[in-house]
Each structure stands twice: as C-alpha cells, then as structure tokens.
T-cell receptor, first 117, second 116 residues
Framework: AQKITQTQPGMFVQEKEAVTLDCTYDTSDPSYGLFWYKQPSSGEMIFLIYQGSYDQQNATEGRYSLNFQKARKSANLVISASQLGDSAMYFCAMREDFMNRDDKIIFGKGTRLHILP | AAGVIQSPRHLIKEKRETATLKCYPIPRHDTVYWYQQGPGQDPQFLISFYEKMQSDKGSIPDRFSAQQFSDYHSELNMSSLELGDSALYFC???????????????FGPGTRLLVL
C-alpha cells in the first residue's frame, strides 16, 4: 500500500491565488514527521516545511503552511499568493520515527504545479 | 547559507563502467543520505551514514557501495553500470541527532547520471 498519496498529478492555478496541494499518509507509527519538498525543472530538491506528529500547531514558513489533520492522516500544503516561481513539482514525504527507527524519507508521487500569469 | 555540495553535477558513462559520486554535507551535519530518482519518479532511499557508520540501507543494488569519511563527506561508488542506473542521485544531510530525534534532511543539487 502507498504510504504517501498525492491525488493531484497536475494543477493549474492563476498567479496570486492560493493553492492547496493534497497529501494523505498511512502509518501505524505513533511518531512520524511529514515534509514537503519543491523540485523545480532544474532538478534540485528544496525543503519547504516540516510537521511533527506530536506538534500541536500547524507548521508555517512564510507563504507555506501545512494543514495537518491527524485524525484524517492528511497533510496538505497551502501556498498563499502564488507566484510564477512556484511552478514546480511538489513532493509530500514522511519519515517514520518510532517503530522502524530508520532514516529514510518516503516520498509521494508528486504534484506538478503550474502557475499561470 | 552553505548547502550540500555534490560532484560532479553531470556524468555520462558507458554500460559496465564505474562511477563515483561525491557529497559534501552542510557544515556541522554528521548524517548523510543517498537517494536515487529515476526519470519521472519519486526519490528512493539508497543508504545513510551517521558518524561515519552505515545507519540504514534501502533499495541499493549490490553493485553500489558507499562510505562516509572522517571529514563527513560521502562517496557513492557504482560499478558495472546498467542503462537503468540512469537517474538523478541526491545526497542529503542533517544535523546531529538530539536525544535520538532525527533532523530535517536538506538535499544537494543532485548528480545527473546518464548511462549509454
């Protein structure tokens, strides 16, 4: 079964609008971390935001916020006031910290976001 | 701010050749991770090192090996290259663990390997 599911393969959004990228995850581990990474066409993987499973508040980093709904196992990324430079592939990812005690980050298949002028 | 450095950025090899990819973590980061991203795919974890010891192993072929050196840089050695090894190889690094808590992984720009 997929650990990370991103149901939107591609999205087109008008510049300056807010964007929500969906992510659901599957784990039985009580301690885990959720990440969002941005991958522009140049290929680098840019860290955007992190949410720990025990964090009480939703994470925010500038124009990025993570809408964390633990009961629904949902970790949507919200980008406010989108810009042309936000056009990229966005990956939701998870690290299971408790039972597996391993290091790997598991990625979703990604959502390709296109910002229209 | 300093970032993860990877070299080379691009590499072209023939089948059955060997390749060595290098990774220099962010200063003070002691943990290094390697990921492989095939064309149109999500990154897949290969292997990680913590304090120069192998920490975790993922779907790394036996033809690949890696190590972390005393200055914390890491090298991924790939032998008997196959066409399917063509991919973007990422190195990531993270800060030392505090009380066993893992830190965020910051990725380098990647090495794009093409096997002909």
């Amino acid at each position: 079964a997929q650990k990370i599911t991103q149901t939107q393969p591609g999205m087109f959004v008008q510049e300056k609008e807010a964007v929500t990228l969906d992510c659901t995850y599957d784990t039985s581990d009580p301690s885990y971390g959720l990440f969002w990474y941005k991958q522009p066409s140049s290929g680098e993987m840019i860290f955007l935001i992190y949410q720990g499973s025990y964090d009480q508040q939703n994470a925010t980093e500038g124009r990025y916020s993570l809408n964390f709904q633990k009961a629904r196992k949902s970790a949507n990324l919200v980008i406010s006031a989108s810009q042309l430079g936000d056009s990229a592939m966005y990956f939701c990812a998870m690290r299971e910290d408790f039972m597996n005690r391993d290091d790997k980050i598991i990625f979703g298949k990604g959502t390709r976001l296109h910002i229209l002028p | 701010a300093a970032g993860v450095i990877q070299s080379p950025r691009h590499l072209i090899k023939e089948k059955r050749e060997t390749a060595t990819l290098k990774c220099y973590p962010i200063p003070r980061h002691d943990t290094v991770y390697w990921y492989q991203q095939g064309p149109g795919q999500d990154p897949q974890f290969l292997i990680s090192f913590y304090e120069k010891m192998q920490s975790d192993k993922g779907s790394i072929p036996d033809r690949f090996s890696a190590q972390q050196f005393s200055d914390y840089h890491s090298e991924l050695n790939m032998s008997s290259l196959e066409l399917g090894d063509s991919a973007l190889y990422f190195c990531a690094s993270s800060l030392p663990r505090l009380a066993g808590v893992r830190e965020t992984q910051y990725f380098g720009p990647g090495t794009r390997l093409l096997v002909l």
